[in-house]
Each structure stands twice: as C-alpha cells, then as structure tokens.
C-alpha cells in the first residue's frame, strides 16, 4: 500500500451524543468523544438508561458512516456493560450491517454457532453500556 504524507495530517477529535437506533429509551447519561486519523475513527461511549420499551436490534449510532475496505466489521471493545441480552454473559461484538451506514449492531457469540443478534425486547429496563469502537469512514 502507498501513504500519502498527508495522511496523519488529516485529524480530527470531538464530541458526539452516542444513541440507540431501535426503541425508545430515557437516557440518564450520554457521552461519547471519538477521534479521527485518515480515514480511520475511534469512537468511545457511555450509555446509561433508566427506562425503555420497544422492539428491534439492539443498535447504536456511530458519529460517521462507515465506509472502505472492511467496512462490514468493526473492532469493537466493550468495557462495561449491564441490562444487554448476551444470552448468559456470553462473548459479545459489533458489526454493521453494510457499509454507508452510521450504526454497528451488538451480536452475542453461542458456543460453535453463528452470532446472535441482542434484541431491545430483551435489554434491562435500566442499564448502562461502555464501549469503543474502531472503523473505517466513508471518504
């Protein structure tokens, strides 16, 4: 791969206000900051919600549209959570569902099966979720 010499030269670094896609949550915290280097940006959250109803994926909203090479599978580290389904605390990651979107889905990995999607119909009333997440942007 070639590398222009302005590539580091393009970053950025901000806030954002980090949601879910799918059902109608109260939130009692939400922060999220993210940072920008190329084409590639981290983004960190915090979640916390104290009611909730709905039905759908559990989904949460990036600050960019994903975008490029890989763009269907994001690395994802959650450092906290409580009140996601992930069927007995089962390993969980994130992935979209396609590029040019702006939202990775929680998926919770069975033993020798294909992941499972976390379904708001299934999250706690209250909880809090924290996480990063690491992706490409759509140029």
């Not at 889905?105 to 020798?112: E, H, K, R």
Request: net charge negative.
């Amino acid at each position: 791969a070639t590398v222009n010499s302005n590539t580091l030269n393009d970053y950025e670094e901000g806030n954002w206000t980090p949601r879910f896609e799918f059902g109608n949550w109260t939130y009692s915290t939400q922060q999220g900051i993210y940072t920008i280097v190329g084409n590639v940006c981290t983004a960190s959250l915090l979640l916390s919600w104290s009611n909730k109803s709905g039905t759908g994926q559990m989904e949460v909203r990036l600050p960019f549209l994903t975008g490029g090479v890989g763009e269907d599978r994001f690395c994802v580290s959650y450092g906290y959570l409580d009140g996601i389904d992930s069927d007995g605390n089962k390993q969980l990651i994130g992935t979209a569902n396609g590029g040019g979107l702006n939202r990775f889905a929680i998926y919770y990995l069975n033993d020798n099966a294909q992941p499972s999607i976390s379904l708001v119909q299934n999250a706690g009333v209250v909880g809090q979720l924290q996480a990063s997440v690491t992706y490409q942007i759509s140029p």
